[in-house]
């Protein structure tokens, strides 16, 4: 009996251990099986989680920010513990004890799926699982997927401290509304930093991982409410909150963001603009877009808050006049079906969608409007974000007299004399609120459009290239197209200082005369015949007046003169062209290039000839705070003392490349001074410092400019139509860009200041008479009369006449005797024409105008 019975029981242990080796056999198999081309868990120990980068300004304000998935890193040491313990009670409550799965909530998930019949399939996935998941495996819901979870999970248990994992689980999790990680999480919900959340704030967050759309906080306020409360629960059982803090957690009303109960931080944003999106097309070109979204990188910007709005409203305002001027409205491109306008609700929600501009403001805020019935004398208007009153909001009949309207096919029709002439129901369109002068009291609703014509200005440091501002069009939100930096346009005259600055290099000076006397050019697209803007030939003239009355003859000459291989090499070393063409057309400015390269190149000449090298930031940062760019390489040892004596700025040693020469550069910022005071730029700029800069107006004046520079702040603006076209008589670079260059600079330099430009050493004064180039004495006075600066040891020539090698006429009058008599002239043809006030002859085909 004895023998049966240790038989029996011999039998049974034997059955038993037999099938646990086969159990662990099994599962040995099993997790070898899948655990042989697993990913590898250990690099998740130098992952980094791709975050937002943001974009500073100098005063240390949050301007704009990039990213793919919208996340801040936090660390786990600046996570709060409150945050730690309500994702732990909601999601993993042995997670400080299990080695990385956890049985028995795999069991009870089990349990659940078979006695509901498949109905009730929930996850039992730890947050080491869960990491394991979101960063080496795909999410589907499949066995195999789930062995490899727990496999990688308890390799990653011994790879990784607990810490660490939870790290990376609460800065990698979504959490809806683009949200990445509890940092970024906190803001989009709450506009609030971690260590400022409450527990049933932090217990909020900790409801979303689920299934952050089920838990919406509008949408299933509710279901979300109700999961919050068990999380609250939850953290109690557990230990994180006592049963008092409980009681007044669950009474706490669920307040968010979405349901209006905090402002947005995207309210704090200023609406993207030009100058950060350049920012971004430039360090995704030097940092690879993928560092650019995902690297962390902080960016602190050069631009200066207080300008860039002025850059901004003094290029509109000159877009603006020039568009009203022409008086053409253009059809809205925008429509609404009139049978959404029957409520102010659909109407509001229809004017909301569309892609009506919203960044503009000149002389107050645009806003996008509809037109909700035409009257026979006015039109009624619904305003996006203005409350409807009493009466209504109208276009009235007295708006609309300064338009004809032209429609999609280019017809054109009369002038307007009643607000339906111009519009129809459904219409999108912009309106401003006008205001008194006297005390600013509303007078009415006035119908705006973006105009048709474009521009772009820039205003940077001549010391530094820092820009301060920059706009690349009326509107970024209508076109984000930058004109400053990628539309590539013809300078016209407003290169010609490169012509005279190579010219003066090679020996010449601000008293040599060229011959302004017509020139004929054979080329294989036929004879081309350049001519002044005046139509007139003014004889034998100095560079000074040449520059500065902006002739373009006197500038071909001077160019064939000293060659356009010279040329080109002084334009490439400004950085005007990578490889200029040594086309004589050229001299004039008729290769294109862009303004925010011309604005860099001008500072040269107003710093005395050194290197500029344009920047947009100052400094980026990676997610670490270590600095991977600084734009400023200069050198400042006083920098470093802990004082310096009274009265002494730090002293900073310049390493700039010199471009030119000081003293040439000097004479070239003299000669453009002339252009200020007396020459083509005259009538529109007048600063109460000095001030130098050029203009320039393309053939058929498809393309304006001004470029013009104090001692240290540089700007300039270009006019014109994306698709190059005649902007009509009148339309030019002192007309239309001065003035937009002086509204700003007004401003420039009661911020900045300004001075006399410094005269280099090695050089002295002489006076000329800036008509003739004659040489005048020490106290001679009068309009005519200028100190030009020469160079020591260099004895000045006066009276020699340079042609540029092109035949031209015997005893050519002065420049003062051009406006009073003709003269017959010899061409390089050997053909004679007529120089003088009524003179005109030939064309230009492409380039500058004056």
Known sequence: MFRFILSFFGGIFTTVTMAIGMVALTVGAVLWMYGRDLPSHESLAQYSPPTIS??????????????????????????????????????????????????????AAAFDAVKSRGQDVRGASTITQQVMKNFLLSGDRQAERKIKEIILASRLEQTLSKERILELYLNEIFLGQNSYGVAAASQTYFNKPLADLAPHEAAFLASLPKAPSDYHPVRQKDRLLARRNFVLKEMMEN???????????????????????????KDELPPRDYFTDEIRRQLTENFGEGEFFTGGLTVRATIDQEMQPIAAQSLRRGLEEYDRGRGIWREARIKIDPAELDSEEKWRAALLATKMARDIELN?????????????????????????????????????????????????????????????????????????????????WTLRQVPAVQGGFVAMDVNTGRVISMQGGFSYQASV????????????????????????????????????????INTPQGLWRPRNSSREFYGPTPLRTGIERSRNLMTIRLAQEIGMDVVADYAERFGVYDNMGTFLANSLGSEETTLYQMVAAYAMFANGGERVRPTLVDRVQDRYGKTIYRHDERQCYDCELASLDAGLPPKIISNRERVMDPITAYQLTSMMRGVVERGTASRTVNLPVPTAGKTGTTNEA??????????????????????PRAMGRGASGGGMCGPVFQRFMEEATKKYGGGPFEVPPGGRFIKIDRFTGARLGDDATGETVVAEYFREGEQPIFGITYDGGFAMGQNLPLFEEVGQQQQQVTTSTGETTTVGPKADFGTLSSGGLY
């Not at 660390?75 to 049985?103: C, M, R, V, W």
């Not at 013809?490 to 090679?506: I, N, R």
């Open 702 to 723: 498809k393309d304006v400019w001004f470029i013009g520079f104090t001692s240290n702040i540089v700007a300039g603006c270009y006019i014109g139509y994306d698709q």
């Open 364 to 444: 107050g805020p645009w806003y996008p409007a509809v037109v909700l019935s035409v009257g026979s004398n006015d039109a009624r208007i619904g305003i996006e974000g203005v409350a409807e009153d009493a009466d209504g909001h109208f276009i009235t009949a007295r708006d609309v007299t300064w338009a004809r309207k032209r429609s999609e096919d280019g017809t054109t029709g009369g002038k307007a004399s009643v607000a339906g002439d111009l519009l129809e129901v459904g219409d999108v369109v912009h309106v401003r609120a006008m205001t008194s002068d006297e005390d600013g009291t509303f007078v009415r």
């Open 481 to 520: 197209f930058n004109r400053a930096t990628q539309a590539k346009r013809q300078p016209g005259s407003s290169f010609k200082p490169f012509v005279y600055a190579a010219a003066l290099d090679s020996g010449y000076s601000p008293a040599t005369i060229v011959v302004d006397a017509p020139i004929e």
């Open 239 to 265: 230990g994180y909150i006592t049963q008092e803090a409980l009681l007044t957690e669950l009474n706490a009303p669920l307040r968010s963001v979405q349901n209006g109960d905090f402002e947005s931080f």
């Open 54 to 107: 943001r974009i500073y300004s100098g005063q240390g304000q949050i301007i704009d920010e990039f990213a793919k998935e919208r996340r801040l890193f936090a660390a786990a040491e600046t996570i709060p513990d409150l945050i730690k313990q309500a994702f732990i009670s909601a999601e993993d409550k042995n997670f400080y004890i299990h080695e990385g799965y956890d049985l028995r909530g795999i069991g």
